[in-house]
Nanobody, 119 residues
Framework: QVQLVESGGGLVQAGGSLTLSCAASGRTFGFYAMGWFRQASGKEREFVASIRWNAGSSSYADSVKGRFTISRDVAKNTVYLQMNNLKPGDTAVYYC????????????WGQGTVVTVSS
């Protein structure tokens, strides 16, 4: 079983930056990919970014392309989300999750970390 713990959220002004971290413990080998998702109040959870664990290739939602960067440290079993030029619309609870196999659903959701962007 994999446990994921997010950190790094907080309150920031529009235009500011934050870096989120997601540390994995437990059965951490063999991940296919890790992803960041977010859920704003009253809205459904949405995909933000993902990274293939071995290859390092990444993908992003159109809404964050050019502003957010996902990366991972394999030795630390940690995935990061660098968020620049934050907008009030980025306010949400951010979650990380693991995709264990190709084509499998994301799971092992963390508890989330709150990001609030003030205008």
């Amino acid at each position: 079983q994999v446990q994921l713990v997010e950190s790094g959220g907080g309150l920031v002004q529009a235009g500011g930056s934050l870096t989120l971290s997601c540390a994995a413990s437990g059965r951490t080998f063999g991940f296919y990919a890790m992803g960041w998702f977010r859920q704003a109040s009253g809205k459904e959870r949405e995909f933000v970014a993902s990274i293939r664990w071995n290859a390092g290739s990444s993908s992003y939602a159109d809404s964050v392309k050019g502003r957010f960067t996902i990366s991972r440290d394999v030795a630390k079993n940690t995935v990061y989300l660098q968020m620049n030029n934050l907008k009030p619309g980025d306010t949400a609870v951010y979650y990380c999750a693991a995709q264990v196999y190709v084509g499998s659903q994301y799971g092992n959701w963390g508890q989330g970390t709150v990001v609030t962007v003030s205008s």
